[in-house]
């Protein structure tokens, strides 16, 4: 077996080849110098062309993981010998993930690049060295809406090229696939119950019956549940639908959007999953309690109540933490779209006042252009 240096070094190379609008895009990026970027991000291998990108530019960078259980070590280490300044590694605990963004930003970065926002929300908003953001998640957008921001911050999340390929399309995609290689099982003739109908939910959907499932969608909000019954699909509320579930996919981008009190009502042999940016959407506490074997990998054998529940990745994002994530092409469009958002940061979005503000669409016109070779 070749050492993991070069099966990393052919994978990259590989990556490269199927990126163009990723390299077209870092070789327009402006000038990085003098700029200190702390980006916390999933420490994926998909990550790593806009790391060469800010450091081809100038720019001092720093990295804290979005999610220790999508954290890549090797990734992590070919980070680090680019120089990046990355103590992640996976599966760190909650003390040690903490401590690292804490170092990172005691170092006093001047530009935030952020998938969840923590290194805004750690500070209360009020880091005095930066002096300006970028939130790629709702997740994220929605913990900034609560703070009183010192600097503006780009929502990319709602740019509809992400929402529309990325989040729509392929979250849901991978993560129906990411089921199959990681139980062995398919989806044929199962009752899937979605949890949540925004973009995600709506691609998950979508891939589930596509793959054989009679799918079920539970939302809050009745707009939703109309768009899902517009489509064929059963919309029972929570406490209706787990009795029914065979899998349970969380797609709300919100904390406790499953109880620990829910989980009496799940059905004996049921797979949790979570595609949202944190863990929190399942009752993973609770569930890590009653753990009694791992059968796989990424699969854990709880027993609640006499009944077995499978929990899968242990509750972190299903589609990256247990599978690969968006295919290298189409994941090219989301690096391509981080690295026009940074180059705008750095060059006009800090003259904006403090506040979130919409990623302005001449920005990702950019990304778009170069994604169909037009520039």
Same mark, same amino acid.
């Given at each position: 077996m070749p050492p993991r240096e070069d099966s990393l070094d052919r994978e990259l190379a590989w990556l490269h080849d199927f990126t163009p609008a990723t390299r077209a895009s870092a070789e327009a990026l402006p000038s990085l110098q003098g700029e200190r970027l702390l980006v916390v991000c999933h420490l994926d291998l998909k990550m790593v062309p806009y790391f060469e990108a800010l450091l081809t530019a100038g720019a001092e960078v720093r990295a804290c993981a979005a999610n220790p259980a999508t954290t890549r070590d090797e990734v992590a280490e070919h980070l680090g010998s680019l120089g990046v300044d990355v103590p992640a590694r996976k599966d760190d605990p909650a003390g040690r993930h903490a401590a690292h963004l804490r170092a990172a930003v005691a170092a006093g970065p001047t530009l935030l690049s952020e998938m969840g926002a923590n %290194?805004?929300?750690?500070?209360?908003?009020?880091?005095?060295?930066?002096?300006?953001? #970028?939130?790629?998640?709702?997740?994220?957008?929605?913990?900034?809406?609560?703070? /009183?921001? %010192? +600097?503006? $911050?780009? /929502?990319?999340?709602?740019?509809?090229?992400?929402?529309?390929?990325?989040?729509?399309?392929?979250?849901? #995609?991978? %993560?129906?696939?990411?089921?199959?290689?990681?139980?062995?099982?398919?989806? +044929?003739?199962?009752?899937?119950?979605? $949890?949540? +109908?925004? @973009?995600?939910?709506?691609? #998950?959907?979508? %891939?589930?019956?596509?793959?054989?499932?009679? $799918?079920?969608?539970?939302?809050? /909000? @009745?707009?939703?549940? #109309?768009?899902?019954?517009?489509?064929?699909?059963?919309?029972?509320?929570?406490?209706?639908?787990?009795?029914?579930?065979?899998a349970l996919f969380t797609a709300t981008g919100r904390d406790g959007a499953v109880s620990a009190e829910a989980l009496a009502s799940c059905k004996n042999g049921v797979f949790l999953a979570n595609l949202g940016h944190t863990a929190g959407e399942l009752p993973v506490e609770e569930l890590r309690r009653r753990v009694v074997d791992m059968p796989r990998p990424h699969i854990e054998r709880c027993e609640v109540d006499g009944k077995t529940l499978y929990l899968l990745a242990g509750g972190a994002m299903f589609n990256l933490a247990a599978g690969p994530g968006d295919p290298y092409d189409t994941f090219d469009l989301v690096t391509a779209l981080m690295i026009e958002a940074t180059g705008f940061l750095a060059t006009e979005g800090t003259g904006y006042p403090p506040g979130i503000h919409p990623l302005p669409k001449r920005v990702w016109d950019h990304a778009a252009r170069r994604y169909v070779r037009e520039g």
């Open positions: %290194a805004s929300v750690s500070t209360g908003g009020r880091l005095e060295t930066v002096r300006g953001g #970028l939130e790629a998640t709702g997740t994220g957008i929605s913990r900034l809406g609560s703070l /009183d921001l %010192a +600097y503006p $911050v780009f /929502d990319w999340d709602s740019v509809p090229i992400k929402q529309g390929l990325h989040n729509r399309h392929l979250v849901g #995609l991978m %993560a129906a696939n990411t089921f199959l290689n990681v139980t062995g099982l398919s989806l +044929y003739g199962r009752t899937v119950l979605v $949890v949540g +109908y925004g @973009p995600v939910g709506r691609g #998950l959907a979508d %891939a589930a019956r596509s793959f054989g499932a009679a $799918v079920e969608v539970c939302d809050p /909000d @009745p707009a939703a549940r #109309l768009a899902a019954a517009h489509l064929g699909f059963p919309t029972p509320t929570l406490e209706a639908g787990l009795p029914r579930a065979d």
